[in-house]
């Protein structure tokens, strides 16, 4: 009966999801590829894969360690990357593994799902921290493994007015590794089995960035001298203005302050660049393949998988998502580049983390504009504060857990989840 009561439920949104992915196709964020692949199509034709999925880029970066160590492990086994985003689509497919690849995840709706599994014939299902689609799970005819599984208080408290739904979805799981403590005991609380019940711990303090185009970052570098360089990492709708009081009030002081502006979603460029232009500043476009100069202001960086070499040129960066309602984007990736990070108030999707980083002085909150503004005076051009918050950050990071032993143990488990 639960499921039964989430399938009409999907069924009278159906028009709301499916008219969405066709409106995204026909305002040209999206190709009438995305769309097949969305509804089940244009997956790989493979045997025996192992099906890896994750919403987007945060989730399939902690993954990039276990997919690389789940191949050596079985590189007899392909593995398909699923994501619900184009950006976490593009993460994947620029890692070049061997033996991987990449498309959008389908709609929970069992014609695609099956669609789909029709083209991979998946052994294992792994999905990735809090991903649990009910369709996805309960329909699965093979093994079904959950990584990094988070689940907050209020995600808990919504649950529990659906225990059998939660419960249908949990004794579905062979296996769950938690992210954190709490996390463990909502999970055992709504019904996971003790037999599933894995070790804790997060992926995301071993993340391996890979390396940008050499030629590209050095034709870049003198342009963006990187004490001097604040990137404004993955931003949602309504946080370009924010950021931008800050940036352009802390010029004031720094005039040679630089900024590389990198929407969440690269199909908000027009809109982007708009606002940024507005400054006053002068505005290159990647996008658009125009070229900045020594007199750039702001580069606007609207393309798709180029983070690391973003990283890699700021001195400086801000975790978006945290100015908007989206609980901040991860600052596991700019500590591991060595960018000092700053961040807005709404941080719940690593609370955690970020409660270690404020706490130690590895990274700098700020509120509001004004903070921001304060904030960027005193580091812009001090190479040696902005490493040494690095630093902080990376120690205080690498105390959440050792991620090299929990991948060991994981794949040795999702391995013999292959073979049941």
Not at 138 to 158: D, N
Request: with cysteine; aromatic share 6%.
């Amino acid at each position: 009966m639960p499921m039964l009561l989430y399938r009409c439920l999907l069924t009278l949104l159906s028009p709301v999801l499916l008219g969405g992915a066709l409106l995204r196709v026909l305002r040209g964020r999206e190709t009438w590829a995305d769309l097949s692949q969305r509804l089940g199509g244009g997956a790989p034709a493979t045997s025996g894969a192992i099906w890896l999925h994750g919403a987007s880029n945060g989730e399939l970066a902690s993954a990039r360690g276990l997919l690389s160590a789940l191949r050596a492990a079985r590189p007899d086994l392909p593995i398909v990357v699923t994501a619900n985003t184009v950006t976490g689509r593009a993460l994947a497919r620029g890692w070049d593994f061997p033996g991987v690849t990449a498309c959008l995840a389908p709609l929970d709706f069992r014609w695609a799902l099956a669609r789909f599994r029709r083209r991979t014939r998946p052994a294992l299902l792994i999905v990735m921290e809090n991903e649990l689609w009910p369709n996805r799970i309960v329909t699965a005819p093979m093994p079904v493994a959950c990584i990094g599984g988070r689940m907050s208080a209020r995600s808990f408290s919504t649950w529990q007015r659906a225990p059998r739904l939660a419960a249908t979805l949990m004794r579905r799981l062979s296996f769950l590794s938690a992210q954190d403590d709490q996390s463990a005991r909502h999970f055992a609380a709504l019904g996971l089995p003790a037999s599933a019940q894995g070790p804790t711990g997060t992926l995301k303090s071993g993340v391996d960035l890979p390396q940008p185009d050499a030629d590209t970052l050095a034709a870049l570098t003198p342009l963006f001298p990187r004490p001097d360089t604040l990137l404004v990492a993955s931003t949602h709708e309504g946080e370009e203005r924010t950021v931008l009081d800050g940036f352009t009030a802390a010029r004031a002081d720094r005039p040679d302050l630089k900024m590389i502006l990198a929407p969440r979603h690269p199909a908000r460029g027009d809109e982007v660049a708009q606002i940024a232009r507005a400054t006053g500043l002068t505005v290159a476009r990647r996008s658009a393949g125009e070229q900045p100069t020594p007199d750039t202001d702001i580069y606007l960086a609207d393309t798709l998988g180029e983070m690391p070499l973003w990283y890699r040129l700021a001195g400086m960066t801000f975790v978006a998502g945290s100015f908007a309602p989206k609980g901040g984007h991860t600052p596991f990736e700019p500590a591991a580049a060595g960018s000092a990070i700053l961040h807005g108030p709404d941080i719940a999707n690593f609370r955690d983390a970020y409660t270690a980083l404020d706490t130690g002085g590895g990274a700098v909150a700020v509120s509001d504009p004004d903070e921001l503004r304060a904030a960027l005076v005193q580091l812009a051009g001090d190479a040696t504060a902005q490493d040494a918050l690095a630093a902080r950050a990376r120690e205080f990071l690498a105390g959440l857990g050792d991620s090299a032993a929990l991948v060991e143990t994981l794949v040795a488990r999702l391995v013999s989840l292959t073979k049941a």
